[in-house]
């Protein structure tokens, strides 16, 4: 009996240690871009208006932190109507019924000086496959009224035909109209719950 009250006591005194903070995004300070080629020749860049996500971790080094993220695909915007709505189609997206594309965080280890490496599940139209970001941590501030923020950039490059995002048209010169590459780039700043 005394045993299994010192391990009580001990598992009671360690729990605080073992606590999570849950980060929120400020959306208003955070974005999601992507980058493509288009012809070759050039990139055409876009960005998703409407996403979400939380970050859960013991401190604020960030060390194992827990991420999860997600993007309402049909808040595409590449600043033409017409090429937004080909993306949301069934050539690309097909928002409709797949509405929301998401990134479970699985690991997120240091690498060296603020710097990173996510990986977690990345699923597009029901398609779940792993993914690694290249990740710069900013470090965390308080802001003028009082409020702690973190920072980060997470980069990675997806293959869009391994999801189903499939339309693809070939140019007289052999290369592709739209690249299979994709280029994703998340600025996100997190803001730390008041105690």
């Known amino acids: 009996m005394k045993t299994v009250l010192v391990f009580l006591a001990v598992?009671?005194?360690g729990a605080p240690a073992f606590a999570q903070t849950t980060w929120s995004l400020d959306k208003s300070h955070s974005n999601v871009k992507f980058a493509v080629k288009h012809m070759v020749i050039s990139e055409t860049e876009g960005a998703f208006k409407l996403f979400a996500g939380t970050v859960k971790a013991k401190d604020d080094t960030f060390a194992d932190a827990q991420i999860e993220f997600t993007i309402d695909v049909a808040s595409i915007n590449t600043e033409s109507d017409k090429r937004d709505g080909h993306l949301k189609s069934d050539d690309f997206f097909n928002a409709e019924k797949f509405p929301q594309a998401k990134?479970?965080?699985k690991s997120f280890k240091a690498t060296g000086k603020d710097k990173f490496t996510l990986t977690g599940d990345l699923t597009i139209r029901d398609v779940t496959k792993s993914v690694?970001?290249?990740?710069?941590?900013?470090?965390v501030i308080k802001d003028p009224y009082g409020n702690t923020k973190a920072g980060f950039k997470a980069t990675t490059t997806i293959n869009r035909l391994e999801y189903g995002l499939k339309?693809?048209?070939l140019l007289e010169t052999g290369?592709?109209?739209v690249s299979k590459d994709v280029k994703i780039v998340a600025n996100i700043e997190l803001a730390k719950p008041k105690a």
């Open 175 to 177: 290369g592709a109209v």
């Open 103 to 105: 990134f479970v965080g």
């Open 11 to 13: 598992a009671l005194l």
């Open 132 to 139: 690694t970001w290249e990740v710069d941590f900013g470090g």
């Open 167 to 169: 339309w693809n048209t």
